[in-house]
């Protein structure tokens, strides 16, 4: 049988992440404005300011994140990532490594392919050279399900690191 696992943009994960940078986004910039001014606003206008703030900077993140759509999917044969409407599929014997790095929504999947590994189709998502080796390094924090059953399943299918 054929194993196909899939990671999908999570909408109500990213846009919780958005709102809460949003949220310290504005309370950083609060802090300086009255650290500046030499005091702070009225508390009725702090609050209004906030909510106003957290919604259009959720939104508009959520838009950009519209055009960005990752995705990862796990098969036998393959590791197919998708990124900013474009796709890879990477066959299990031409990676070196793929690791998951940083906690939580922060999340990346850095997957290494072996020197030499040849160059994608023109319109396929393109690898950056890091030490010498070809790497895709993809967002998953705010993938469903969460990063660690993504973990599992690439252990599953890569051998252990040395």
């Not at 599929?89 to 030499?116: K, Q």
């Not at 590994?117 to 993809?138: K, S």
């Not at 967002?139 to 252990?155: D, I, K, S, Y």
Request: charged share 15%.
């Amino acid at each position: 049988m054929d194993e196909q696992l899939s990671w999908r943009l999570s909408w109500p994960r990213a846009l919780a992440f958005q709102a809460a940078s949003g949220l310290l986004g504005w309370s950083v910039a609060q802090v300086a404005l009255a650290l500046v001014t030499g005091g702070a606003p009225a508390p009725g206008q702090i609050a209004v300011s906030g909510a106003v703030f957290i919604v259009a900077f959720t939104v508009f993140a959520g838009l950009a994140l519209r055009y960005r759509r990752p995705s990862v999917r796990v098969t036998g044969a393959a590791l197919e990532l998708a990124d900013r409407g474009t796709f890879v599929g990477l066959p299990w014997p031409l990676i070196r490594s793929a690791e998951i790095r940083h906690p939580g929504p922060l999340a990346t999947l850095r997957v290494t392919l072996h020197p030499g590994t040849p160059t994608p189709p023109p319109g396929a998502l393109r690898p950056r050279l890091r030490a010498g080796h070809p790497t895709y390094q993809l967002h998953v924090g705010v993938l469903h399900p969460a990063p660690a059953t993504l973990r599992t399943a690439l252990a599953r299918h890569l051998p252990p690191r040395p």
